[in-house]
């Protein structure tokens, strides 16, 4: 899966003369936490945060009303604030790379480029759909937990039981283990029953640690 699938587009953006009370409004309005900063020729020049606009609102201990606050975000403009050194993807990255920029540099959202033109943006909410998506959880089934060894074939052993106990595999997903030497797999498994499930992949595990039947709410 690359960015270009999960991107939200269209962009909404805003010019670096705005201010930011335009700002603010405009993320109220989108429903948007940051704001791709375009000049007249539609070039990226930086990305403004909610969090960023509320650095200069006064602080709640302010004797200023509501028009004066409005007062002070209106005088400043957004290249004053914005950050300019902007990370970005491109639509053809990867999304697990997205994401680990995202965790690694402590961003919850980066611009998508294609050509110098601002695409798309993929943002933490994106992953999370993500995320639902490569853990099934919009599916009702069987979800299970299993400790196993890192050696090669032990997914397909695990795969290979859940087909001859009659399951079909909705979901598969690998985490890290308790220790360098295994792993976590969790499945989210349809077509048969928790009793059957259990009783054919037990013997090809080193332990089942979590094992549940969910529908959906």
Same mark, same amino acid.
């Given at each position: 899966m690359l960015v270009s699938d999960r991107m939200s587009k269209p962009v909404i953006s805003i010019h670096p003369n705005a201010s930011l009370e335009d700002a603010?409004? $405009?993320?109220? *309005?989108?429903?948007?936490?940051? &704001? %791709?900063? $375009?000049? =007249?020729? !539609?070039?990226?020049?930086? #990305? &403004?945060?909610? =969090?960023? #606009?509320h650095r200069y609102m006064p602080s709640e201990a302010t004797t200023l009303d509501a028009w004066e606050i409005k007062g002070v975000l209106g005088r400043i403009q957004v290249e004053k604030v914005m950050t300019r050194d902007v990370i970005t993807?491109?639509? @053809?990255? %990867? #999304? +697990? +790379?997205? *994401?680990?920029?995202?965790? @690694? =540099?402590?961003i919850s959202g980066i611009p998508?480029?294609?050509e110098d033109r601002v695409v798309g943006i993929i943002a933490e909410t994106d992953l999370f759909?993500?995320?639902?998506?490569?853990? /099934?959880?919009?599916? %009702? !089934?069987?979800? &299970?937990?299993?400790?196993m060894?890192?050696?090669? !074939?032990?997914?397909?052993? $695990?795969?290979? *039981?859940?087909? +001859? *106990?009659? /399951?079909?595999?909705i979901s598969l997903g690998t985490f890290y283990g308790e220790s360098g030497s295994n792993s976590e797999i969790t499945v989210k498994v349809e077509g048969v029953t928790l009793e059957a499930l259990v009783e054919k992949v037990k013997p090809c595990v080193e332990r089942i640690v @979590?094992?549940?039947?969910l529908g959906i709410v």
């Open positions: 603010q409004k $405009l993320m109220i *309005a989108e429903k948007v936490s940051r &704001l %791709p900063v $375009l000049d =007249k020729k !539609g070039k990226l020049v930086g #990305i &403004l945060s909610e =969090k960023q #606009i993807v491109t639509p @053809d990255t %990867p #999304i +697990e +790379e997205a *994401a680990r920029i995202m965790v @690694d =540099k402590e998508v480029v294609s759909k993500t995320f639902l998506e490569v853990m /099934g959880a919009r599916q %009702p !089934g069987i979800r &299970l937990s299993v400790s060894s890192n050696l090669p !074939g032990e997914i397909a052993k $695990l795969t290979e *039981a859940i087909f +001859e *106990a009659g /399951g079909n595999i @979590d094992v549940r039947k």
